[in-house]
């Protein structure tokens, strides 16, 4: 039988066991995965390149919207001439 839990920092506990062993030996395993995470200055620079990129996004988003407004009252004037 086996059992895994995983806890809150994400090391994985795995629990095994016989059956037919009537001592039930109990032998335990951690695996943890420290290689390859990010350190807190990856995370942070992470984080300030989100920030900027969210600024540049909404710029584009307003330049979009006011292309789509400028699009909008060209055709109302188009469909008065007419």
């Known amino acids: 039988m086996q059992k895994f839990v ?3 920092n994400g090391i994985l506990t795995v629990q095994a066991f016989d059956k037919k062993n009537k001592a039930k ?3 335990e395993c ?5 290689k390859g995470r990010f350190s ?4 942070n620079k992470m984080k300030e390149d989100a920030l900027l ?3 540049d996004d909404e710029a584009k988003v307003q330049a979009k919207m ?4 400028l699009e909008m009252v060209c055709n109302k004037i188009r ?4």
């Open 66 to 69: 006011a292309a789509n407004h």
């Open 40 to 43: 807190d200055k990856q995370l």
């Open 25 to 27: 030996s109990n032998k």
């Open 6 to 8: 995983v806890d809150k």
């Open 30 to 34: 951690k695996i943890d995965s420290v």
């Open 79 to 82: 469909d008065h001439k007419e």
């Open 53 to 55: 990129m969210r600024k």
